[in-house]
């Protein structure tokens, strides 16, 4: 499976279910998700978001933190796994390029292992914060038989 | 009641954090810890993993999961399944923590001050809770020279207005471990209160849920209230009255992670409600207990230590509160 998305400021703090279907006859779950931008570049922009933090955050800017020290200011998007009988786990980290296997045997830090099972498994991408425009993701998603590599 | 010093608030490489498990139980070994809870964002991946480490290693581990969640972030110890991190919302953390509850888990608030996004995403609390009675714990201290930030400041003002609101919160802190400790950095410790020689995750959950606990950046503090033959430690639920409040330093204990720091105690105190002090004694060096007799009226009593850090009057050290009711 491959999915791109598009995701705005007005998405954060929305999840976004991705279904996907594994039929028999494999050993693991190969999962590539990536998105960009990563940063907020535009310094400007990126004051002003943290000058409206100082605001929103009283308890916070009391401290008078060091704005500068904040940036660059960043995306977040993490990677979610449902097999068809529950939850795996979460890949939350701020990696904007990850790799993930699922396998009966082992799986990536932040993932339960768990066999192939045939049926529908959910891969969700959650949206914890965007800061720039837009932010691009890609997620594809391989299936492998013994064996196999992406 | 003994003593165990160990940190609530960790993360390995399952998550956000630069430690795998076995070096995470290892920097808490170093850090001279008994025991760690676990609590990677998200997801419950690294339980085995750390616990099999940790039995190793002779560390205690209480398994735990912080949701992470878009509106603040729970600590929620002994309960794998955590999937609806993704589904709160500040309109539904009553239903959702009375099913955490239900299912044995242990509920702390995180961090409750911290900025939120962008600054650091999801991490201010926003949660519009009216069940505070399904949480146990109130991170107060949190991260790197807890003392001296302005966000744990509010986290304790908060933290006792709901104890005046009759909300039995354990008060903890929490290092929120994700890399090695600075150098010349406070960092607070919670000590758990067990009744056993050794610590076991049991020991944890229960000083966490029944308000065992004392937090400091330095010494360990301790406070019993005694009335007649009976002493009763903090956590206790006691008959408005007279009591000796005895308020006890122990200097010794992690002595060498702190006692170069730059902590000068100055003043010991006996908070109630409103934050009020009700007792208040100006620290002698080399002093390890104090005792006052005194009339309770309010529902709770907390010990704080508080003195000098690098030049900036700051608490040292509090208790979570003994409770006082009307005797029916």
Known sequence: MLADRTFAGGDTASNTFLPFAVGQGYQSLLFQFSYEPKFLEDEKTAMELLKESLAKYGAWAEDRPDLKACLPLQNLLTLSVFAPDGYLGCAHRQAPRQKHLIGGLSASRGFLPHPVTEGIWKAVINVHCVVTDSCNCRLRICALREGETA | ?328
């Open chain 2, 1 to 328: 009641m003994n003593w165990f010093p160990v940190e609530l608030h960790c993360h390995t490489t399952h998550s956000d954090g630069t430690f795998t498990p076995a070096e995470l139980v290892r920097q808490a070994k170093a850090f001279g810890l008994a025991g760690i809870a676990l609590t990677d964002h998200n997801t419950a991946a690294g339980w085995e993993e750390t616990l099999s480490c940790a039995g190793e290693q002779g560390l205690c581990v209480l398994p735990g999961v912080e949701w992470t969640t878009y509106y603040g972030h729970m600590l929620v110890l002994r309960r794998k399944d955590c999937a609806d991190w993704m589904n709160l919302r500040p309109d539904n953390i009553d239903e959702a923590t009375a099913a955490i509850l239900a299912d044995g888990g242990t509920i702390g608030a995180a961090h409750p001050f911290r900025p939120g996004n962008p600054v650091g995403t999801g991490c201010c609390w926003e949660f519009s809770v009216r069940r505070w009675e399904n949480f146990r714990y109130y991170e107060v201290l949190s991260g790197a020279d807890p003392t001296l930030q302005a966000i744990n400041r509010k986290a304790l003002e908060t933290w006792t207005s709901l104890l005046d609101r009759g909300f039995r919160l354990t008060p903890t802190s929490g290092i929120d471990w994700h890399a090695p400790l600075k150098d010349g950095t406070t960092y607070a410790c919670t000590y758990v209160g067990a009744s056993g020689g050794d610590l076991t995750a049991g020991d944890m959950n229960a000083a966490v849920a029944f308000g065992r606990t004392s937090l400091t950046i330095g010494p360990l503090l301790t406070m019993t209230a005694d009335q007649g033959d009976r002493r009763y430690p903090v956590g206790s639920v006691c008959p408005k009255g007279g009591y000796t409040f005895s308020l006890r330093l122990d200097p010794q204990r992690r002595a060498t992670y702190w006692n170069r720091l730059g902590l000068l105690p100055g003043e010991w105190r006996l908070v109630t409600s409103g934050g009020r002090i009700l007792f208040q004694s100006p620290y002698r060096e080399n002093e390890c207990e104090i005792s006052s007799a005194l009339e309770v009226r309010t529902s709770w009593c907390r010990a704080e230590l508080w003195g000098n850090v690098r030049g900036r009057e700051s608490l040292i050290a509090l208790t979570a509160p003994i409770y006082f009711v009307k005797e029916s």
